[in-house]
Structure formats: C-alpha cells, structure tokens
C-alpha cells in the first residue's frame, strides 16, 4: 500500500523469480493437458507452457492481430494448431 500511495519502490519486495503466468507453487502443468491460449499475441505463454511440460497434449492459439498472426505463425505456431483469428458467439 506504501508503493501504491507514496511511490516507496523500496516498500515493494523482491521479485518473483518464477514465470508469471504458471507459478511452480500453485500448479504445475500436467502431462496431457490442453491449453488454450485466447490472444496469443506472438506465442510468448505458450512457449512457457512447452517449457513447463513439453509433454503437454496440445495448445490452440488464438490471435486477431495480422501482425502478430504473422508473427505467431513464423515462429512457434508451425508445431502448434492455430484457429481462425478472433472469437466469436
């Protein structure tokens, strides 16, 4: 709260050392798991689920930027399935 009211960068403590998104202390990404990654942007999360678990089951990503499609498709999207661009009902 001393950071958020005063800007007291020295009341923040020290940072996290493990990947944001799939903290090792509270889950861990299971063998045959699916993940679904809704804005995928370049692929940068799914990489970090590859990274936990290689033997994951599958990973769909999902972008609706042209340029970062592009981008996640040049790069980690050639051994992943990507889905048309955008969600829709």
Do not use: H
Request: aromatic letters at 8%; one cysteine or more.
């Amino acid at each position: 709260m001393r950071w958020r009211a005063l800007g007291d960068q020295n009341a923040l403590g020290p940072p996290v050392k493990e990947e944001s998104y799939f903290l090792e202390s509270l889950y861990r990404i299971e063998d045959r798991e699916v993940f679904v990654d809704c804005g995928a942007y370049t692929g940068d999360t799914a990489e970090q689920v590859i990274r936990r678990n290689p033997a994951f089951s599958r990973i769909v990503a999902i972008e609706a930027d042209p340029e970062n499609s592009t981008v996640l498709r040049s790069g980690l999207a050639r051994s992943i399935p990507l889905s048309p661009p955008g969600l829709a009902r």
